[in-house]
């Protein structure tokens, strides 16, 4: 994501010095010999999706970011998978820890107390070559397969995104630590939409790519194996500009292609809303968050007031023009999703008297068309590539999620991004909404495909225009599935 730089001196890392020795007291990681792949000697490269077992999962451990409380969760969430038996032992997995530059003694003994020693050295293990300053874990790209001229079978790949930054030896320290080839993108545009997340694929390797991404990028891909499997998806409406604000792939055992789509949803959130208890709403921990929620209850539920009253008219007395957008947008929420698109006249055409929160509705209205629109374009493609029948249905669900305006014409998420998830098998670690109502009903959404979800405060990273997927990436097993594409 193209958050903070985050830009300090290159000498903290002789600061780090002490630390990373520390480190090495948790089961240190020890690089073997680094392979290098040319692009000239690939001949297709594979993306490797959620549906594929972990074998690492990476973080970074910031305490400058204030990080601490989610690296904690999730080290204590991925040991919990294997002691309460939902991994099998062949199947086991650690979280893959990059330290902060700023980490000190203090903050291990911190880790030891929170998860237990027994549990960190099990389930966690230290970088013990490499500290940074720049915790976005998925931004400098992705891992996959590659098959070269040179070798027989597929191999292992790092993909470089070209982010640089503190991060730009990273790629090619984890392709040492894996073993694995390391691949970089062609494109020196040092662009943010050729970052990790804004590169994703389904479990049957057709690829989403947000329409920020280089040119260069996406002619490498589409000649190394992705021609004709890739869908370019509008991003250039988020202020980061990636594909994983809006849309992820999770596995799905009882979806007919075996994974599920799950897209932000701005009408299901001001559902949820409206529907949510004014106790829930003041229970938001941030007060801007807090009084917004509350004054967009304020004026849906006011606006079923107002259509309730207009019913009882006689002739079908039209609505004073102040009650109209509010009722209009009510009968558009209790539609079906399926007939969103009726609504585009509505979200783009209405006009809109100077309240703050009919424009925050009416852009979130707008914005929900348009990624509905994305979605289907998605959809689309994977028909396509699949070669199925024409109105073979799609398993899509959908998370609540909010945006808000940013300079220029860009979008940020407004609530943390629920959508913008960490997915290990059957567990979802997924950034809490604040909101009782939407964790019910993601935990009610996930629970019938069979899958968990585990809400963490993702603030530390919302906070810097990110969540936790951007956070985090995983190291996956290229033959292990846990649910097997169809």
């Known amino acids: 994501m193209t958050k903070s730089n985050n830009f300090f001196y290159k000498s ?10 520390i ?18 000697d ?64 203090a903050d291990y003994a911190f880790i030891r107390e929170k998860v237990g020693a027994e549990r960190v050295k099990k389930y966690v293990e230290f970088n013990n070559v490499y500290t940074t300053t720049d ?36 790629p090619g320290i984890l392709a040492s630590f894996w073993n694995s080839y390391l691949l970089k993108n062609p494109s020196t545009h040092f662009s943010g939409g050729d970052y990790g997340g804004n590169i994703e694929v389904t479990p049957d390797n057709i690829l989403l790519i947000g329409n920020t991404s280089t040119p260069e990028l996406r002619g490498f891909l589409e000649k190394n194996g992705y021609k004709n499997r890739m869908a370019v998806l509008e991003t250039d409406w988020l202020h980061v500009g990636h594909v994983d604000e809006y849309i992820s792939v999770c596995p799905n055992a009882k979806a007919a292609r075996g994974y599920t789509l799950i897209k932000a949803n701005p009408r299901l959130a001001l559902r949820l809303i409206k529907d949510s208890s004014l106790a829930d709403l003041r229970a938001i921990p941030l007060k801007d968050y807090r009084d917004a929620m509350i004054e967009v209850r304020k004026y849906l539920l006011k606006a079923e007031v107002n259509r309730a009253a207009q019913k009882k008219r006689k002739n079908n007395e039209a609505l004073p023009e102040d009650q109209k957008f509010g009722v209009a947008v009510l009968n558009y929420l209790e539609l079906s999703e399926t007939t969103s698109e009726s609504g585009m006249e509505l979200a783009t055409g209405h006009m809109v008297r100077g309240s703050e929160v009919e424009e925050f509705i009416k852009l979130n209205l707008t914005l929900a068309n348009l990624i509905d629109a994305n979605l289907k374009k998605a959809c689309e493609k994977i028909s396509e590539v699949r070669k199925e029948k024409e109105g073979k249905l799609h398993s899509i669900i959908s998370f609540p999620a909010l945006f808000r305006a940013m300079y220029g014409g860009k979008h940020i998420a407004y609530i943390p991004g629920s959508v913008n998830q960490l997915i290990l098998n059957n567990q979802l670690i997924v950034p809490d909404p604040k909101i009782e109502i939407m964790r019910k009903y993601i935990a009610r959404t996930l629970g019938k495909m069979g899958l968990q979800a585990n809400f963490v405060d993702s603030l530390p990273y919302h906070n810097l225009q990110g969540q936790i997927h951007c956070g985090t990436n995983v190291f996956r097993h290229p033959n292990k599935y846990f649910v097997k594409p169809r």
């Not at 070798?151 to 730009?168: I, L």
Request: proline share 4%; glycine share 4%.
């Open 42 to 105: 690939v001949q297709s490269l594979k993306f490797l999706s959620a549906n594929h077992m972990p074998v690492k999962v990476l973080v970074v451990y910031s305490p400058n970011q204030k990080n601490q409380n989610f690296v904690i969760t999730l080290m204590n969430i991925v040991a919990d998978m294997h002691d309460k038996g939902l991994v099998k032992q062949e199947d086991a997995f650690k979280v893959h820890v990059i330290p902060g530059w700023e980490m000190q003694e």
């Open 135 to 170: 915790m976005w874990m998925q931004d400098w790209g992705e891992v996959g397969v590659v098959k070269l001229k040179s070798e027989k079978k597929p191999q292992t790949v790092v993909f470089d995104s070209n982010r640089g930054r503190d991060n730009a030896e990273l």
């Open 23 to 40: 480190s090495t007291l948790f089961s240190p990681v020890e690089a073997r010999v680094r392979n290098f792949a040319s692009a000239k």
């Open 12 to 21: 903290v890392r002789v600061a780090a010095a002490c630390a990373i020795a």
